[in-house]
């Protein structure tokens, strides 16, 4: 996976997503966002450059990691919001939900 361009974070929060299909939901997000946005990944592991912050992203057996950061607590907030909502929308057949909790 390609490093991409560090930008200065300073809140963060993390959530782990009980799923079957955590890579297959990890190369969506990463897919869905590269035409906007500087994106990095393969089946295990990505990155998403965001304006407000950046979003890390892991997909283990049977579980997706995500981990947010960014420079203040009300854009950490929209990222997860945006981060929440097109996961949710990828896994509709899915009884999912995304826990945050801070780091």
Not at 19 to 31: D, E, I, M, N, V
Not at 48 to 63: H, K, N, Q, S, T
Not at 76 to 95: C, G, P, T
């Given at each position: 996976?390609?490093?991409?361009?560090?930008?200065?974070?300073?809140?963060?929060?993390?959530?782990?997503?009980?799923?079957?299909?955590?890579?297959?939901?990890?190369?969506?997000?990463?897919?869905?966002?590269?035409?906007?946005?500087?994106?990095?990944?393969?089946?295990?592991?990505g990155r998403i450059v965001y304006a407000i912050?950046?979003?890390?992203?892991?997909?283990?057996?049977?579980?997706?990691?995500?981990?947010?950061?960014?420079?203040?607590?009300?854009?950490?907030?929209?990222?997860?919001?945006?981060?929440?909502?097109?996961?949710?929308?990828?896994?509709?057949?899915?009884?999912?939900?995304?826990?945050?909790?801070?780091?």
């Amino acid at each position: 996976m390609n490093d991409l361009s560090p930008s200065v974070q300073t809140v963060g929060s993390v959530a782990a997503i009980a799923t079957p299909h955590a890579s297959r939901y990890l190369q969506q997000l990463c897919k869905h966002f590269q035409h906007k946005l500087p994106v990095a990944f393969d089946p295990r592991s990505g990155r998403i450059v965001y304006a407000i912050g950046d979003c890390r992203l892991v997909a283990g057996e049977a579980v997706l990691t995500l981990l947010l950061m960014a420079p203040d607590p009300e854009r950490l907030e929209q990222l997860q919001d945006v981060v929440a909502r097109h996961l949710l929308r990828f896994a509709f057949r899915e009884d999912m939900t995304v826990d945050w909790h801070p780091l």
